[in-house]
């Protein structure tokens, strides 16, 4: 899997937007980017997904860009709920399939949301 | 729907005893993964268990091995405990054929000393 690199930490006032960026500069053509968070003291959630398009549900969104060798994630109105280590993920679409080698967590930003 | 369920929430054990650390698979998913996460490190993939064998393993030796039963339900299996061992274990489960898109449960907080 590609590797991914991430800022260590980021601040975002609350109901502001946030943007997590995310460089996977060594992406190949078939990797998804995934990104998951994970509040404190509780397991990882899913967040987001894509290959080429940005895309779009009711947590966030996901901008790609066209050459795929970086990609933001972005919390349209930051809570303080969403403090939280943001983790952004490359993952060959053939693990969709059954394929085992779990998903490569690196450390992720810490985004902090300031009332 | 039921999310994913592990139990139990926080174990003590001595170095070189075994536990085992149970999960409930959220309704429907067939695939459990477990993880192992250190203080402040992101979780690391130990295995994942897909129709009761085990189909991938991460940089993790025999002495961690696991189970999944019929119903998809797991367990992680830890023998001859180190200190390193003492972190927060993760079970996720998810759909295979589908993406990668996995539900972790809360965790186990293991401690070791």
């Known amino acids: 899997d590609a590797k991914t690199t991430q800022p260590t930490s980021m601040d975002c006032a609350e109901g502001r937007a946030a943007n997590l960026p995310c460089n996977h500069s060594?992406?190949?053509?078939?990797?998804?980017v995934y990104w998951y968070r994970q509040i404190h003291s509780q397991g990882p959630q899913y967040i987001i997904h894509?290959?080429?398009n940005n895309e779009t549900n009711e947590m966030a969104s996901l901008i790609i860009t066209e050459d795929r060798k970086s990609s933001t994630l972005i919390l349209p109105h930051a809570t303080l709920r969403d403090t939280a280590v943001y983790y952004c993920?490359?993952?060959?679409?053939?693990?969709?399939?059954?394929?085992?080698?779990?998903?490569?967590f690196g450390k992720g930003t810490h985004l902090i949301i300031q009332p | 729907e039921t999310g994913v369920t592990q139990s139990p929430t926080h174990l003590i054990k001595t170095r070189g005893q075994q536990v085992t650390l149970r999960c409930s698979s959220q309704s429907g998913h067939n695939t459990v993964s477990w993880y192992q996460q250190a203080l402040g490190q992101g979780p690391q993939f130990i295995f994942q268990?897909?129709?009761?064998?085990?189909?991938g393993r991460g940089n993790f030796p025999p002495r961690f091995s696991g189970l999944q039963f019929p119903n998809y339900s797991s367990e992680l299996n830890v023998n001859a405990l180190e200190l390193d061992d003492s972190a927060l274990y993760l079970c996720a489960s998810r759909m295979t054929g589908e993406s990668y898109e996995q539900y972790f449960g809360p965790g186990t907080r293991l401690t070791v000393t």
């Open positions: 894509g290959l080429k």
């Open positions: 060594t992406i190949s053509g078939n990797e998804y």
């Open positions: 268990y897909y129709r009761e064998e085990e189909n």
């Open positions: 993920i490359v993952l060959s679409s053939m693990y969709s399939g059954g394929g085992a080698d779990g998903l490569t």
